[in-house]
Structures are given as structure tokens and as C-alpha cells.
């Protein structure tokens, strides 16, 4: 029970963190206009827009279906269209049950489309396991991954939580906040990188770590099934419950790549060296992989395999230079 108290109130301060993360890098408008033949106008998103009916997603009501008849006009992006006479409707059997949609599924498909129209995905994954007998050891990891991907701009932005304790006793209570953007320059395989990352750590030499650190980047590679990238820039790395609460200017270089082999893998790699400008021999570096298999299409359902090593060569006396976190489990992606 001990456990589950430390958990439940440690997941509650995690999850608030989580949402106004979450809040504060999701931006979507609704900025369509469906004006009615009756006078009304109604504001959203159009999704679909046919010769029978528009369907448009509303930010209150969710998605909704207006017969062509009753349109005088739409506004897109400034553009108006005038509504199409309405098509014949076509006669024949009514579908098999199990293939209408219910009202949910197309609330969710149609804020999916909205926001893949945007550039943005996301995923959410999640892991936990239980051992019982010599050793009595539970352990949790949370994952939100937000990004949004357009011709010149790349925004990145991810939140880990890990969870462990063994025998009643805590081994692990780490969190860990990333961003990412990557500002591309017009008709080059340059671009200019900003990156953040906030790490709360019980069990290392420092409490709290925020480190910001900018610079360029080259596209070495880029294909539709392959793609990596090499970045290098300046910055400064800041520590609250250490020896030393200064703030240190330290150079970032590293590299990263993603490669789909087949239509449900997708293996993705990420290794960054981080040292002190004013005495190299204080560095480390932070190096993940990622192995993602679908496991449904309909859903967006996959199996995750994570690894993420992180070194450090000045520690407490005690303290392990090295850590490793090996997780799987469930992605959902929206």
C-alpha cells in the first residue's frame, strides 16, 4: 500500500505537470466560417466538403454534418465557396452495422485530421510491472511526445516519468521535459536548432537540471524511409541541490536519425555530448533508442521498446557515473 500512496501521489503532481505541458504547446484554430441560407453563420474547422453536405468540426459541439441545401456559402482561409447544388442520393442497401462509425470515433477522427492538416502529431505511451517472491519490486513509466513537422519549421516536445521502488524501498523518481525546434533555412539542408531540458532527479547529485543550448544543424541525410541529422551549438546548464549551483557555459554536439524499414517499424536514435566550455573533462552525454512496432492500423496501436543511457563524469562520492533505463510497453498515437 505504501507503494501505491507514493505513486498515486506522486502520478498526481506528474499528471498536472503533464497537462499544463501539454496546454501550453498545443495551438489549433477554428477559423472556417459556414454561412446558412437562413442568415446563420457558424464558426470551426471544415473537415469534408462535398456536393451533399460539409462537415465541420465545432469547438463545442464536436463535429458537424450540414446538408449542401441549407449552405449559401463557405469561408476557407479567406477564400469563399459557394455551396454546390446538392448531389442525388444514392440508393442501395443500408451498411453492415459493424461498419457504422459511432458519433465518438468520429469526433476523435476528425480532430485527428484537423490537427495532421497542422502538421502535428502525438503519442502517449505507458509500462508498468509488478515482481513478487525474493524480490518485491514495482515500476512505472509515463510518456508524452508532442511534435509538429511543416516545410521549414520542426518543433519537438517530450515528458518521461519513471517510477520504481524494490522491497519498499525507492530506486528510482526521475522526470524528464524536452523541447526541441529546428528553424530550416529556404533551398539548404542547414538549419538553426534551439533545445531545452528540464530533469528532476531523486537520486542523483543534483536535485533539479535545466540546460538551454542552441546552434546550427545539417540535414546529412534525408529520404522517405530514412532520415538523420548532425547538430553542434553553444549553451549553458544550470543545477539546483548540488555542490556546485552556478551556472556552467557548455558546448552541445550530437547527431540523430529515424529509419522505417517497413510500413509498422520505426527505429529512432538520439545521442547528444554535452561538456563544460571551462574544463572539458566535466561532460556527458545523453543517448536514446526507440523501436516502435504497430500493432493495429484502425487505432494507431503500437508496441515500444525504449532505451535511455545517460553518463556523467563528475558525481558524489557513491554515485553511479552511468544510469540506464531499459522500458516497454503500449503507444497510443493521436
Excluded at 3 to 17: L, P, S
Excluded at 161 to 187: A, C, H, M, P
Excluded at 310 to 333: A, C, L, M
Aim: proline fraction near 4%; include cysteine.
Amino acid at each position: 500500500m505504501r507503494f501505491y500512496k507514493r505513486f498515486f501521489g506522486q502520478f498526481d503532481t506528474v499528471f498536472c505537470m503533464g497537462c499544463v505541458f501539454i496546454i501550453a504547446t498545443v495551438s489549433l484554430s477554428y477559423a472556417d466560417e459556414v454561412t446558412l441560407k437562413s442568415g446563420d453563420v457558424i464558426h470551426g474547422k471544415v473537415i469534408i466538403q462535398d456536393a451533399n453536405s460539409v462537415l465541420l468540426e465545432h469547438a463545442d459541439l464536436g463535429p458537424i454534418t450540414i446538408p449542401s441545401d441549407k449552405v449559401a456559402s463557405v469561408l476557407i482561409s479567406d477564400e469563399i465557396i459557394q455551396a454546390d447544388e446538392p448531389a442525388e442520393p444514392e440508393t442501395g442497401p443500408p451498411a453492415p452495422s459493424h461498419l457504422v462509425k459511432e458519433p465518438e470515433f468520429d469526433k476523435l477522427k476528425a480532430f485527428s485530421a484537423r490537427a495532421k492538416e497542422k502538421g502535428w502529431s502525438s503519442s502517449i505511451n505507458a509500462s508498468l510491472t509488478s515482481e513478487t517472491g525474493n524480490t518485491d519490486e514495482r515500476s512505472f513509466r509515463m510518456g508524452f511526445k508532442l511534435g509538429r513537422e511543416l516545410s521549414n519549421m520542426k518543433f519537438v516536445s517530450d515528458l518521461a516519468y519513471y517510477n520504481k521502488e524494490s522491497d519498499g524501498e525507492k530506486t528510482d523518481d526521475k522526470l524528464s521535459i524536452g523541447l526541441l525546434r529546428d528553424q530550416s533555412f529556404e533551398n539548404s539542408d542547414w538549419f538553426f536548432f534551439m533545445m531545452g531540458r528540464y530533469d528532476y532527479d531523486v537520486f542523483e547529485s543534483w536535485r533539479h537540471r535545466v540546460g538551454l543550448h542552441a546552434g546550427p544543424g545539417y540535414k546529412l541525410i534525408q529520404k522517405p524511409d530514412f532520415w538523420m541529422d548532425l547538430r553542434a551549438g553553444p549553451g549553458v546548464r544550470k543545477e539546483w541541490g548540488s555542490d556546485n549551483t552556478d551556472p556552467k557555459f557548455e558546448g552541445v554536439a550530437g547527431t540523430s536519425f529515424e529509419w522505417k524499414p517497413t510500413a509498422r517499424q520505426t527505429y529512432s536514435f538520439s545521442t547528444l555530448f554535452y561538456a563544460a566550455i571551462s574544463d572539458f573533462s566535466d561532460n556527458r552525454t545523453r543517448t536514446t533508442f526507440d523501436w516502435d512496432y504497430l500493432l493495429s492500423d484502425e487505432i494507431n496501436l503500437s508496441f515500444v521498446l525504449g532505451i535511455l543511457h545517460e553518463y556523467q563524469s563528475v558525481v558524489d562520492p557513491g554515485k553511479d557515473k552511468n544510469d540506464t533505463r531499459i522500458h516497454t510497453g503500449i503507444r497510443y498515437k493521436f
